[in-house]
């Protein structure tokens, strides 16, 4: 059974930073992709950051760019996502999630993920 966890969350001011953390079981995680996602109040769930099973691929919305990074550490089955000058804008539940399919292509679609975290509460102040 896969399970993904996500830990990090919390309360900011803006301008602030937060590192975001997903550890996952269940899945050889080293060959699969993992997508961050985030869902705010009345709004669709969203892409946020991807990286691929080869950690050096990654892909971003365009919003986050420039603020946001994903990283995954294999040894530790984690993936993070390191969120520095945080804005109101960015306040949602955060989720991590894994591939569908070993040595896939990244993806920014939440079709192509078939496992999910509980999520992660952020919430940054104005």
């Known amino acids: 059974q896969v399970q993904l966890v996500e830990s990090g969350g919390g309360l900011v001011q803006a301008g602030g930073s937060l590192k975001l953390s997903c550890k996952a079981s269940g899945r050889a995680f080293s060959t699969y992709g993992m997508g961050w996602f985030r869902q705010a109040p009345g709004n669709h769930r969203e892409f946020v950051a991807a990286?691929?099973?080869?950690?050096?691929?990654?892909h971003y919305q365009d919003s986050v760019k420039g603020r946001f990074t994903i990283s995954r550490d294999n040894a530790k089955n984690t993936v993070y996502l390191q969120m520095n000058n945080l804005k109101p804008e960015d306040t949602a539940i955060y989720y991590c999630?894994?591939?569908?399919?070993?040595?896939?292509?990244?993806?920014?679609?939440?079709?192509?993920?078939?496992?999910w975290g509980q999520g992660t509460q952020v919430t940054v102040s104005s």
């Open positions: 990286i691929g099973w080869i950690a050096t691929t990654t």
């Open positions: 999630a894994v591939r569908r399919d070993a040595y896939s292509r990244i993806s920014n679609s939440l079709p192509d993920y078939d496992y």
